[in-house]
């Protein structure tokens, strides 16, 4: 591929810098290699913003970052390979960068389109990480001829300066995406603000320090395609919080009513338009419906709660309607919730459909709510409790596996009293049989014994809890003095205890924090639904 323009081969001998830096070949030396940092910043915010919208968007870190990073380290190759056809380094590198530029920049949009409306996430996302690394694989062989465009310097002493200049770029560009562009502007903003700086460092520098090797029609061509660029980018983003709206609402059946992003996960509150079902979703998953819920928090607490229950631990649980249950008992002496995310939480104290539907749990003068992460939380937790509720996401990733480990059942156990009890939401028997049976093994590990128990929630399907104690079984039973519930008597209970010949114990093993077989247990058991 050939610059269409006339203009200097690479290979040629090095001809004098036009323009300002005519006869300073250090400081457009450093000018370049200030072009390499900002544009291996640039690239690398395009790397983590992929991996970071995988995961919230599929919930599976570990997979989209394997994904995302092999594809394009392989696509590197391709691409540094894919230089040794072109000839003429500076119009060669412009085109590249502004190529760069807008696939990086609108890659957030494009994949949130393709989950939203066409279901084709995975393979867009392929085919954008390979464009991606095969562009910046293109960089530094380019860069290299530029460098000894402007000054004849030793390969060694040249890949030298490049590379630094690139990993320095690279530091930086992976600590702003966290801590400046995430907070600031968000993922789909941010993706867009880098690619209007990467066109502009990247084409910019290239039509000023080298346009007497461009010729006037190439400069006139990259002056457009940088131009274009910036023109499809800018429009992007005075449409991304139209776009974003839109594509939200085509994944919900009901109007979303509330809708936000916090430090950990997107938060999306939906309403049906007769107001009678009102659903929580984080990071698109279906946490409660307003019609059926109280079969399902009726379900994990009051079991429980046969026996002492003065002091309540919530691990999860951030939407108040377990700590409702629990508050239904007037002996209930504290409740403390230990949540992630304080969105969560202020969202169910504030938003007044949601308060209502807990009962105000937040306002109770009883309740403690904790924004911590539950594992780390119980590490240095000294006190003990009578009940603790396990009311967690399902572990589908990394950082939920941890908390249906043996390890973490260990930790609950020195938060337990003697007689004390704990509950735990573990998933479907009947959707992923394997993975319900592996948190019953990981309880037995840790030294409880566990007793297991599954209702029928129609948002939800099959669901399944383990009641468990360290002094022997639990009774499977509720408290004499119960209040009164809208689903669960000792009947139902009974039933509940009964598992069809199909999704009894199976051979599932424990999972813990170095082999963490519950996430290949869950995904391999909801394949397919």
Same mark, same amino acid.
């Given at each position: 591929m050939a610059d269409p323009g006339s203009g200097a081969d690479a290979g040629q001998a090095a001809a004098p810098l036009p323009g300002a830096l005519a006869g300073r070949p250090r400081a457009a030396r450093l000018l370049v290699l200030l072009a390499v940092f900002i544009c291996a910043a640039c690239g690398?915010?395009?790397e983590l913003a992929l991996v970071a919208l995988g995961s919230y968007l599929l919930g599976d870190t570990v997979t989209q970052a394997a994904i995302v990073l092999s594809v394009m380290v392989f696509a590197m190759g391709v691409g540094s390979l894919a230089t040794k056809r072109l000839r003429r380094a500076a119009a060669s590198f412009a085109l590249v960068e502004a190529l760069l530029a807008l696939v990086g920049g609108l890659s957030v949009l494009l994949l949130y389109a393709a989950f939203a409306w066409f279901n084709l996430y995975q393979?867009?996302?392929?085919?954008?990480?390979?464009?991606?690394g095969a562009l910046i694989g293109a960089e530094i062989p380019l860069l290299m001829m530029l460098i000894q465009r402007i000054r004849r310097q030793d390969a060694a002493s040249a890949v030298a300066d490049l590379f630094a200049a690139d990993y320095i770029g690279a530091l930086i560009g992976g600590l702003a995406f966290p801590f400046l562009l995430l907070p600031m502007l968000g993922l789909l903003h941010g993706a867009l603000v880098v690619g209007a700086v990467n066109a502009v460092v990247g084409v910019a520098v290239v039509l000023w320090l080298f346009r007497g090797d461009l010729g006037r029609r190439s400069t006139v061509l990259l002056s457009a395609a940088l131009a274009v660029v910036l023109a499809v980018l800018g429009g992007a983003y005075v449409l991304a919080d139209r776009f974003e709206v839109t594509a939200r609402q085509a994944l919900y059946r009901d109007p979303i009513v509330h809708a936000g992003r916090s430090a950990y996960q997107e938060i999306v509150l939906t309403r049906s338009l007769d107001g009678r079902d009102t659903r929580l979703f984080l990071n698109g998953d279906l946490q409660f419906s307003s019609i059926d819920e109280y079969r399902y928090h009726e379900a994990l607490v009051h079991p429980a709660m046969n026996g002492p229950h003065g002091e309540v631990l919530v691990l999860g649980g951030g939407d108040g309607l377990?700590?409702?249950?629990?508050?239904?008992?007037?002996?209930v002496e504290r409740v403390t919730l230990v949540d992630l995310d304080p969105a969560v939480v202020e969202l169910a104290r504030e938003d007044p459909v949601l308060s209502a539907l807990n009962g105000g749990a937040f306002g109770d003068p009883r309740v403690e709510a904790v924004a911590a992460d539950a594992f780390n939380w119980l590490r240095d937790n000294p006190d003990r409790y009578d009940v603790v509720v396990a009311d967690l996401p /399902?572990?589908?990733?990394?950082?939920? &596996?941890? #908390?249906?480990?043996?390890e973490f059942y260990e930790l609950?156990?020195?938060?337990?009293?003697?007689?004390?009890?704990l509950v735990v939401q573990a998933?479907?028997?009947?959707?992923?049989? /394997?993975?319900?049976?592996?948190?019953? &093994?990981? #309880?037995?590990?840790?030294?409880?014994?566990?007793?297991p128990y599954q209702v029928d929630v129609p948002s939800f399907g099959n669901w399944g809890f383990f009641l468990a104690g360290t002094g022997g079984p639990p009774e499977l039973a509720l408290a004499a003095e119960r209040p009164r519930l809208?689903?669960?008597?000792?009947?139902?209970l009974a039933a509940a205890a009964v598992f069809p010949a199909d999704r009894r114990r199976t051979g599932a093993l424990p999972s813990t924090l170095l082999r963490p077989r519950i996430i290949d247990y869950y995904e391999s058991g909801w394949d397919g639904y």
């Open positions: 690398l915010v395009y393979p867009a996302l392929i085919v954008i990480a390979f464009a991606i377990g700590t409702r249950e629990i508050l239904r008992y007037p002996d /399902d572990p589908d990733n990394v950082g939920t &596996a941890k #908390l249906f480990s043996v609950i156990r020195h938060a337990l009293r003697p007689d004390g009890r998933g479907s028997p009947f959707f992923a049989a /394997d993975a319900y049976w592996s948190v019953g &093994a990981g #309880l037995n590990a840790a030294g409880y014994q566990a007793v809208r689903f669960l008597d000792e009947a139902t």
